[in-house]
Nanobody
Framework: QVQLVESGGGMVQAGGSLRLSCAAS????????LGWFRQAPGKEREFVFS????????NYADSVKGRFTISRDNAKNTVYLQMNDLKPEDTAAYYC?????????????????WGQGTQVTVSS
C-alpha cells in the first residue's frame, strides 16, 4: 500500500520558517507530479503548491507567493515545502499528495494518494 508521510510541522511565531517533508513509500515518485494542500479548522482543504515530475514547472496559490517554495528529490522519493515569513493565517494541517500524471495539478481531483497531514501553527 502506498504511503505518504509528512513531517516538519510544528508551532512557530509569525515571521518564522518551517520546512515540511513528505516521503513516499511503495511508490516511485519520479514520474508523477506532487502537491501540497492545507486545511484550516472550519475551512475546506485548499491548494498550496505543486511541482511537476522533473521540477521544472510549479504552480502555487497567490497567498503563498514569494514566501513558500516547493522542491523534490526523486532519489530520496521526497517532496519538500519550505515556508518562510509564516503568518497566523497559514495555520492549518498540511497534506502532501501524488498526482495521477507527471504534471502539477492545482485541483484535488488531480491527485491519487494523500498523506495523513502535519499540523502547522503560527502564533502572532
Amino acid at each position: 500500500q502506498v504511503q505518504l508521510v509528512e513531517s516538519g510541522g510544528g508551532m512557530v511565531q509569525a515571521g518564522g520558517s518551517l520546512r515540511l517533508s513528505c516521503a513516499a513509500s511503495r511508490l516511485t515518485i519520479n514520474n508523477y507530479g506532487l502537491g501540497w494542500f492545507r486545511q484550516a479548522p472550519g475551512k475546506e482543504r485548499e491548494f498550496v503548491f505543486s511541482i511537476n515530475w522533473n521540477g521544472d514547472n510549479t504552480n502555487y496559490a497567490d497567498s503563498v507567493k514569494g514566501r513558500f517554495t516547493i522542491s523534490r528529490d526523486n532519489a530520496k522519493n521526497t517532496v519538500y515545502l519550505q515556508m518562510n515569513d509564516l503568518k497566523p493565517e497559514d495555520t492549518a494541517a498540511y497534506y502532501c499528495a501524488t498526482a495521477s500524471t507527471p504534471w502539477a495539478p492545482v485541483y484535488e481531483y488531480g491527485y491519487t494518494y494523500w498523506g495523513q497531514g502535519t499540523q502547522v501553527t503560527v502564533s502572532s
